[in-house]
């Protein structure tokens, strides 16, 4: 079970707007930075957001990220097919000497 | 652009030992923290380890402390995970991820007798 809490699938169809939810703790989302990561299967993570709401060159603005206290959330809107994937948040946690944390992963299905 | 390109995975069995490693191209590594993260067999993304520019600052997952060990060759830009003890928990693709910004494609290892 991670440290990281996600809701395991979401789904919702073209044109729609989705939300995804990361919940944490003090010692990771509370204190730190939250990436989130794009997984197609069988395919290298993506990087979507990092530093809770900062987007890499290249990823589209209907993608955006935010957080409030101890949770973070990835907003997709204008959902397209290829946005079926794997979503997955991540943070630093300063417990137990420090480590990166990664959310369960949640399965995104574009109806 | 930074490169990354895993090798060194294969079929170890229950108590062995495997080296993998971590080619990168491009002018940014020996400038940047580097990670290895893996991921089971239909499961997802787990942080393994990760170390500093330098060497000098290194953290590990709890279920590999004491087993695994990361190092880095920035000379010749290369980051290396030297896996002991292994058991099949340990089966996974490993990712070399800089900064968990850019990612490899991963390597599988597979633990079985």
């Known amino acids: 079970q991670s440290v990281l809490t996600q809701p395991p699938s979401a789904s919702g169809t073209p044109g729609q707007r989705v939300t995804i939810s990361c919940s944490g703790s003090n010692s990771n989302i509370g204190n730190n930075s939250v990436n989130w990561y794009q997984q197609v299967p069988g395919t290298a993570p993506k990087l979507l957001i990092y530093?809770?709401?900062q987007r890499p060159s290249g990823v589209p603005d209907r993608i955006s990220g935010s957080k409030s206290g101890t949770s973070a959330s990835l907003a997709i809107s204008g959902l397209q097919s290829d946005d079926e994937a794997d979503y997955y948040c991540a943070a630093w946690d300063d417990s137990l000497g420090g480590r990166w944390l990664f959310g369960g992963g949640t399965r995104l299905t574009v109806l | 652009e930074l490169q990354l390109v895993e090798s060194g995975g294969g079929l170890v069995q229950p108590g062995g030992s495997l080296r993998l490693s971590c080619s990168a191209s491009?002018?940014?590594?020996?400038?940047?923290?580097m990670h290895w993260v893996r991921q089971a067999p239909g499961k997802g993304l787990v942080w393994v380890s990760r170390i500093d520019r330098s060497g000098g600052t290194i953290n590990y997952a709890d279920s590999v402390k004491g087993r695994f060990t990361i190092s880095r060759d920035n000379a010749n830009n290369m980051l290396y995970l030297q896996m002991n003890s292994l058991t099949a928990e340990d089966t996974a693709v490993y990712y070399c991820?800089?900064?968990?910004?850019?990612w490899g494609r991963g390597t599988l290892v597979t633990v079985s007798s």
């Open positions: 530093n809770h709401s």
């Open positions: 991820t800089k900064q968990l910004t850019t």
């Open positions: 491009g002018i940014t590594f020996r400038s940047s923290w």
